[in-house]
């Protein structure tokens, strides 16, 4: 069919950039994906981009049209990650309505476990890949540690808080609980203790407030 009268019809220029631009954030996705399996399989330093592009399916030009680099590429893998991290504890917090400290800690902790279980790649992408990688990714993940304390105390102010945190030194709290947490979260990807998320949270919670003692 030819175009209406007095109307140009589009290039076929314009049409590829039209088709490009409605499959660029698909093509993206797509090589996040197979970003974050590629590297819990294969570490930061074993994977290359032309690894990542052939796990998408893709040209290895296309991933340099996205990514200029494996680092940068990394560390948006990183960040959709924790992005994703945090809004799933962020959920736990908005379904529950903790009386205290302890259930919201348990809430949180419990959806991270969950997340993890679910996403076991991003276990080995946020908390074991990154140590050996550079002070950027470290500031990336205090940040994460930061932004988990710093819901649990907007939750905390929700309820009757039955701990006291103020004067604590946040980052320090963030990284012992946080490291705690995910050390747990990568012994579950690799060992079944037998354990939902649930009770996981709840024995890993017990811990923190009990001690090893006092802990079922």
Avoid: C, Q
Avoid at 81 to 109: K, N, Q, Y
């Amino acid at each position: 069919m030819s175009a209406p009268s007095g109307a140009a019809a589009p290039s076929g220029g314009a049409m590829r950039r039209a088709v490009s631009d409605a499959d660029k954030g698909r093509r993206r996705d797509e090589l996040l994906a197979a970003a974050r399996d590629t590297f819990a399989t294969k570490g930061y330093h074993g994977t290359t981009m032309a690894d990542v592009a052939r796990a998408a399916d893709l040209s290895y030009g296309v991933a340099y049209w996205y990514f200029d680099s494996k680092d940068d590429l990394f560390k948006a893998v990183m960040s959709a990650e924790a992005g994703a991290l945090r809004a799933r504890i962020g959920a736990s917090l908005t379904d529950v309505a903790p009386s205290g400290f302890r259930e919201v800690l348990t809430a949180a902790v419990a959806a991270t476990f969950a997340y993890f279980d679910e996403n076991p790649a991003a276990g080995v992408l946020l908390f074991r890949e990154p140590v050996a990688l550079g002070h950027d990714v470290e500031r990336h993940l205090l940040d994460i540690f930061e932004g988990f304390i710093g819901a649990l105390g907007r939750g905390m102010g929700a309820g009757a808080a039955d701990v006291d945190v103020a004067g604590r030194p946040m980052a320090l709290t963030a990284f012992v609980v946080a490291t705690l947490i995910s050390s747990v979260a990568l012994r579950r990807s690799r060992t079944d203790d037998g354990m939902s998320a649930d009770e996981a949270a709840a024995y890993v919670v017990g811990l923190v407030f009990d001690g090893i003692g006092r802990v079922p």
